[in-house]
């Protein structure tokens, strides 16, 4: 780099776009603090610092020892997740601005399950709501439904939508659960749900990509109205 860069900003700026432009990709090694440091004249603090903050973001991963030191991650990680789950605690995104997000990607999600579907997918599905059916407190339900819309997710071969449907669906877990806590007729609200999950199932088994994505979509409004009216 021919200009120098001094400070924790402008290292920052530097190792984001070396990713941007594909300088860097996903597995690759940076160079160590003090080789960085002095290609970009700045203090290694500020190096330091910097690779910190992408650390934290799951953009860098970072290990001691032989083989270890700092790397673009070669996957997304539970940065997203955690940030999501942060802004939607502090009130920064809403819960319905969420919801409305979760059903866009969670359509796009169920029809890809439904185009990539595989037995071991659909047979993966059948025994969370089988689970499902037999959790009768909140958190076994709660936990069991995520892992139920991440699985859907993880049946389609879009990586974002995948990564995206996976973070928001993690993000919304405490307050879905917090919910249903204080939920009277939870009984009745869990054989909606299951009964509503089945149905997600039997279209995602038929193939039928549309029907998936409309029962997704009814699911998730209807729950979020019986939840957060």
Known sequence: MSDATHGFEGVLDYLTN?????????GDRLPNERILAAQLGASRSAVREAIKVLNAQGVLTSSAGPGGGTRVAARQG???????????ALDAISFTEVTE????????????????????GLADLTAIV?????????????????????????????????????????AVARPILLAEERLHGWDAMRERLNREHEGIVEAL???????????CEDHIRSAHRSLLP
């Open 18 to 26: 070396e990713i941007l432009e594909g300088r860097v990709v996903p």
């Open 78 to 88: 539970a940065a997203l997740g955690r940030m999501l789950r942060l802004h939607v």
């Open 101 to 120: 997000t979760r059903v866009v990607l969670e359509r796009a999600a169920a029809t890809a399950a439904a185009e990539q579907r595989n037995d071991a």
């Open 130 to 170: 089988a689970a499902m059916w037999a959790a009768t407190d909140a958190a076994s339900f709660n936990q069991l439904d995520t892992s139920f819309h991440v699985t859907i997710a993880r049946l389609g071969a879009n990586r974002l939508v995948r990564d995206v449907t996976v973070a928001i669906r993690e």
């Open 205 to 215: 088994r038929l193939g039928d990509g549309e029907l998936a994505a409309q029962r």
